[in-house]
């Protein structure tokens, strides 16, 4: 069974996103200073100060996930439109990426055809990338391949981003990029899409996602190229 869907339309309410995402952080950090406070009590047995400093210890992890899936290389206040020469600019996000890739024994096969120029700020362009490229290794936790490709085709470039992981139901992918929807438990934060279909919009491109249970998805991302008489390349 194939699931299809485009949803470039989503995401009305980024506006919101910053809103919510520093309240995403605030909890965390809140119950962590919570912890520290009860650490101060003399008399504390050893197992008991374990026991906190772990607690502690897990949410400033669920803290700094928020704002890895959000800001890691982005500042959002800051936009500067580019021209991004895609090959460069994905290649560089899989770098990042390797050390991760390899501990979850996943391959990563690029295919990049020679292509033009697309525009847009480039931090956002790696923040984008980076969730998407993340969710894909994450959904092989035994392992698998991963593929990046670029196909040029008119005036319109397309990254396809293939995995072979665990794949979703068509409730999952319609739920894909809705604020917090996560199905990895305290592992996830449910945002990285949620930035991806933001930061894809802005760029005026399109999403499609195709995806099958235990065979793994497919997302393909689709946007306007800049003319080849601009190219300076
Ligand atoms: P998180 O990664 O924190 O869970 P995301 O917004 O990045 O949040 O992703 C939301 C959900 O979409 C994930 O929890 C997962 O269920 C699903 N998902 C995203 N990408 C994939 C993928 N490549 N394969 C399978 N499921 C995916
Ligand atoms: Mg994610």
Do not use: W
Request: proline share 3%; hydrophobic share 40%; net charge neutral.
């Amino acid at each position: 069974l194939r699931q299809t869907l485009i949803k470039s339309e989503k995401l009305q309410a980024v506006e919101q996103m910053g809103a919510a995402i520093s309240h995403e952080i605030r909890n965390p950090l809140t119950a962590a200073m919570g912890f520290v406070q009860l650490l101060k009590e003399n008399n504390l047995p050893r197992l008991k100060q374990k026991e906190y400093l772990s607690i502690i210890k897990e949410e400033l992890a669920s803290a700094e996930q928020v704002i890895q899936d959000y800001l890691t290389f982005s500042k959002p206040s800051l936009e500067t439109i580019e021209r991004l020469n895609v090959k460069q600019e994905l290649n560089q996000v899989i770098n990042i990426l390797k050390p991760t890739a390899n501990q979850n024994s996943v391959e990563i096969i690029t295919n990049f055809e020679m292509v033009g120029s697309i525009e847009g700020d480039r931090q956002k362009f790696h923040q984008c990338f980076l969730n998407v490229l993340k969710n894909a290794i994450e959904s092989m936790p035994r392992g698998g391949q991963l593929f990046v490709e670029t196909q040029y085709h008119k005036s319109q470039l397309t990254i396809l981003v293939r995995d072979t992981g665990v794949g979703m139901t068509i409730d999952q992918l319609e739920r894909l990029g809705e604020p917090y929807y996560s199905t990895k438990g305290s592992k996830g934060t449910g945002l990285g899409m949620m930035v991806v279909y933001s930061i894809v919009k802005a760029m005026n491109g399109a999403i499609l996602c195709e995806s099958e249970i235990g065979v793994g998805t497919v997302f393909k991302f689709t946007f306007p190229t800049v003319p080849l008489s601009n190219n300076i390349v």
